[in-house]
C-alpha cells in the first residue's frame, strides 16, 4: 500500500549508542521532514530534505545526522544518542510548493536509558 | 524569530459542550492549516485556509482565518468523545514545504 513508514516503531537505546530511524514513503514526494515530539513543545522540526541529496537544518538539528541518497528513504541517525533525545520522532513528506499538506508517519517512541 | 502560538493548552469538556482553540502567529501567513493528533497517533490534515477572512466548515468542526492573516481558530459544536485529541495549527515556515506548528491544544471530553 502507499503511503508512509516508519521503523522501528519503538526503541530502547543507553546514552552513547548509535541509532538510525528509517522513513520510507511511496509517494514520491519531493519534501520529507523530521520532528520530535515532546510534552509542551509541540512538533519541532529537526531537519527537512527538498530532494534526493539536498537536506537543511530545522530548528533543533543537534546530535542528529540525516541523509537522503534515493527520494522515498530519509533516515535520521543520533551519532551517540542522549537521555534528552528521549521522545517520540515522526516523518512527513509533502509535495513541492509552500503551505502543501504534509502527510506522517505512525512515528517511532526513542527511550534513551 | 517566528512564532505560532496556541491557547489553552488543554481543554477539558463534558460531551456536548462547545470547543474552541486560537492560534496567533508573529508574522503575516500565507495559509494556515490545522492537523489533528489522536492519542497515541499522528497527526492528521484537517483544513487549509488561505484567504483573509476565510471561513470553512467540516459537519461540526468551524475554522476561521483572521483578516490579517495573523491569527485563526478552530472552535467544535457539540463535542462528542470522537473529537478527542491533540489540535494543532501550523503556518508556513520560509521557503519550500516547511511549517511551524504551534504548541497544540489537547482537548478531551468526558461523556
Known amino acids: 500500500d502507499a503511503g508512509i513508514t516508519q521503523s522501528p516503531r519503538y526503541k530502547i537505546t543507553e546514552t552513547g549508542r548509535q541509532v538510525t530511524l528509517m522513513c520510507h514513503q511511496t509517494?514520491?514526494?519531493?519534501?520529507m521532514f523530521w520532528y520530535r515530539q515532546d510534552l509542551g513543545h509541540g512538533l519541532r522540526l529537526i531537519y527537512y530534505?527538498?530532494?534526493?541529496?539536498?537536506?537543511d537544518k530545522g530548528e533543533v538539528p543537534d546530535g542528529y545526522v540525516v541523509s537522503r541518497s534515493k527520494t522515498e528513504n530519509f533516515p535520521l541517525t543520533l551519532e551517540s544518542a542522549t537521555r534528552s533525545q528521549t521522545s517520540v520522532y515522526f516523518c512527513?513528506?509533502?509535495?513541492?510548493?509552500?503551505?502543501?499538506?504534509?502527510?506522517f508517519g505512525p512515528g517511532t517512541r526513542l527511550t534513551v536509558l | 524569530g517566528q512564532q505560532v502560538m496556541q491557547i489553552p493548552q488543554y481543554q477539558h469538556v463534558q460531551e456536548g459542550e462547545d470547543f474552541t482553540t486560537y492560534c496567533n502567529s508573529s508574522?503575516?501567513?500565507?495559509?494556515i492549516q490545522w492537523y489533528k493528533q489522536r492519542p497515541g497517533g499522528h497527526p492528521v490534515f484537517l483544513i487549509q485556509?488561505?484567504?483573509?477572512?476565510e471561513v470553512k466548515k467540516q459537519k461540526r468542526l468551524t475554522f476561521q482565518f483572521g483578516e490579517a492573516k495573523k491569527n485563526s481558530s478552530l472552535h467544535i459544536t457539540a463535542t462528542q468523545t470522537t473529537d478527542v485529541g491533540t489540535y494543532f495549527c501550523?503556518?508556513?515556515?520560509?521557503?519550500?514545504?516547511?511549517?511551524?506548528f504551534g504548541q497544540g491544544t489537547e482537548l478531551s471530553v468526558k461523556p
Open positions: 512527513a513528506s509533502s509535495g513541492a510548493g509552500v503551505g502543501v499538506e504534509q502527510f
Open positions: 509517494w514520491s514526494h519531493s519534501y
Open positions: 508574522t503575516t501567513l500565507s495559509n
Open positions: 530534505s527538498a530532494a534526493a541529496d539536498i537536506t
Open positions: 501550523a503556518g508556513p515556515r520560509g521557503q519550500g514545504g516547511k511549517l511551524i
Open positions: 485556509l488561505v484567504k483573509s477572512g
